[in-house]
């Protein structure tokens, strides 16, 4: 044991002396120019370094240089310049003073992928003749040949064909690739942009060996998160995996085992197409849960009792003191055809729980058809097929909507109304607007719907009790009902609506319960958010009293107005007009009978003359 200890310490001097020898014998500045004619000869790119070149022989043998520039051919500035970079070499061949580089490390280096860095074509090139075509570029291979790169701490500038700038600060990337062209990424970065940073963290392997004819991808892990202002107060964060492939030749990708996660929502599935001159693109997905509340930053309104949803920011978004027009013109609809199946098992929106959601739709020309837009809330379904057109300034909506046994109070709050209304409705409808968001509904739409309303009740809105206490108070003849349940009370109602540009006229509402027949009309003004209904009520049941009372009540449609602002409406009740019609139809009976009995009187005619007046 003591020996073979001794004989492993020998070989470690050796080796240290070996390599303190090769050191001091080798010179670093000597690879140089070398270093410099490889990397020019290779791409093109000419290689600057700056200051002396020196040895460092921990964790592992490297050459260290101090400033360097790397500048693309007729570029007027560096592609990439770092303060220091650090070449990770091969021991064995620099005995024969070979230089075989593992790695190269740039650290705190700053990246320009701008137009005065990019390649340009030299002054004195030849140029063909004018009717000559031009010639073609020949696709060239991967050129990326070092088996290792490392960019620590650093920055990218990278200036977009428009004119727009981003910064993605605390750049890092890990690129390594072995003899068959399998390359693994590793990149990390951060990027700040309308009071908004994205953080994202990537993890990927790539097959370049037969690019740029095929390109093949599996994006292991790529981790995000987007916060700033104008978003939900959490942000959106989450997780994406997926495998893509491209074809050079017919300009076809395929992107498969698709799986996405933002916050609580979940996608999974593909997508597909040709990147043409008009790209098409076909996508299938499916999620087991996808809560547009979570993405969009919808809560209830706690201030309003959770009657409304509004959105929960982290911050305003950046004022702009001269804002573009929205066109459409950026539109990807007009950009690009295709067609989209989706289906979610739970969906959230605006307060709204939805199942078995499915969408099939296609665009073509900036025309969407929604063939199949449907899915199931409580016991009801719904089926929303329809269009939208954005081949116009503004974009076109029109609606086609079946509603069936749908919970009205949470659709009520869904769309910013007074969810004083419950029960299930049935609608059948014909809708068309400009804009897609619910002001947009609220102020642009217009169309018209067959309603009908099962197991009504309006909350606060007791027109039973309300009818009966009112007679009561303005007469001792009749009292209603004790102890009814009006919640069991439930009613139908059936009726006819038209949305004009805000203004939903009611034209004609009839009403029916055990206890109740009504009729009313009305509208509601979404915009301004003021209503005005009329109903004539009848309470068919509970009347206790007055025989001739009872049964002039049980078939007199007592007046009811609703009017007002939604935060205080007001109720006018004229139940004094049924009253009184009640003693002037007494009044004439009574004095009729006296008439009929004393027809011979002088003071019959006079009779005749106040039975008319009343």
Request: hydrophobic residues 40%; neutral net charge.
């Amino acid at each position: 044991m003591r020996r073979f200890i001794t004989t492993l310490a020998i070989l470690l001097v050796v080796i240290v002396a070996g390599m303190t020898a090769l050191v001091l014998l080798v010179n670093p500045n000597d690879f140089r120019g070398y270093m410099a004619q490889q990397v020019e000869q290779r791409s093109g790119y000419r290689l600057a370094l700056n200051g002396d070149l020196r040895w460092h022989v921990w964790p592992q043998l490297s050459i260290l240089s101090g400033p360097m520039t790397l500048t693309a051919p007729g570029a007027s500035k560096p592609i990439v310049s770092a303060s220091n970079m650090r070449l990770d070499v091969s021991l064995l061949p620099l005995i024969s003073h070979q230089l075989s580089v593992k790695q190269v490390m740039l650290k705190g280096a700053v990246i320009n992928l701008t137009p005065e860095s990019a390649t340009q074509r030299p002054a004195d090139a030849p140029v063909g003749p004018g009717n000559s075509a031009p010639l073609e570029e020949v696709p060239q291979g991967w050129k990326f040949d070092i088996a290792e790169l490392r960019v620590a701490d650093s920055l990218v500038i990278w200036q977009q064909s428009n004119g727009e700038q981003l910064n993605l600060r605390d750049f890092n990337l890990q690129l390594s690739q072995d003899e068959k062209r399998q390359v693994h990424v590793e990149f990390s970065s951060r990027v700040n942009r309308d009071q908004r940073e994205l953080e994202i963290n990537l993890n990927s392997d790539m097959d370049v060996s037969r690019y740029p004819q095929q390109l093949s991808a599996a994006i292991n892990q790529l981790d995000y998160q987007v916060t700033g202002a104008d978003l939900p107060k959490e942000g959106l964060k989450g997780q994406m995996k997926m495998e893509a492939d491209w074809a050079a030749v017919t300009q076809a990708f395929n992107l498969k085992n698709l799986s996405l996660t933002a916050n609580d929502s979940q996608l999974d599935g593909s997508a597909s197409g040709v990147l043409s001159a008009r790209p098409q693109i076909r996508v299938n997905l499916h999620s087991p849960l996808l809560n547009m509340d979570s993405l969009l930053g919808l809560e209830p309104d706690d201030a309003n009792d959770g009657q409304r949803v509004q959105a929960q920011r982290s911050g305003p978004g950046p004022v702009i003191s001269q804002p573009a027009e929205h066109d459409n013109a950026d539109s990807p609809l007009n950009a690009m055809d295709g067609n989209i199946a989706l289906s979610v098992d739970k969906m959230r929106w605006r307060g709204m729980d939805f199942a078995q959601v499915a969408l099939k739709a296609s665009s073509e020309g900036g025309l969407l058809k929604l063939q199949t837009l449907s899915g199931k809330a409580g016991n009801g379904e719904f089926s929303l097929p329809g269009s939208v057109d954005v081949r116009t300034a503004q974009t076109v909506v029109a609606l086609k909507p079946r509603l069936q046994n749908i919970a009205v109070a949470p659709l009520l709050k869904a769309f910013d109304l007074p969810a004083s209304l419950s029960g299930d409705l049935s609608l059948a409808g014909d809708f068309s607007g400009t804009g897609l968001t619910v002001p947009s509904f609220k102020r642009a739409w217009q169309g018209r719907a067959e309603v009908t309303l099962d197991n009504a009740q309006m909350a606060g809105l007791d027109f039973q009790q309300m009818i009966q206490h009112a007679v009561e108070r303005n007469s001792d003849r009749v009292q209603g009902a004790d102890n009814v349940d009006s919640a069991n009370d439930l009613q139908q109602i059936k009726g006819n609506a038209t949305l004009n540009n805000g203004l939903l006229l009611f034209p004609g509402l009839k009403g029916h319960s055990s206890m109740l027949d009504y009729s009313g009309k009305g509208e509601v003004n979404l915009a301004d958010r003021q209503a005005d209904l009329t109903f004539g009520i009848t309470v068919t049941r509970g009347w206790k009293g007055d025989d001739e009372l009872v049964k002039r009540l049980q078939v007199t449609p007592v007046p009811l107005r609703i009017y007002g602002p939604w935060s205080g409406l007001n109720y006018s009740l004229q139940v004094d007009q049924v009253l009184r019609q009640q003693l002037q139809d007494e009044a004439k009976k009574r004095l009729q009978q006296w008439s009929d009995r004393n027809k011979n009187s002088d003071k019959n005619s006079s009779v005749q003359k106040l039975i008319k007046d009343l």
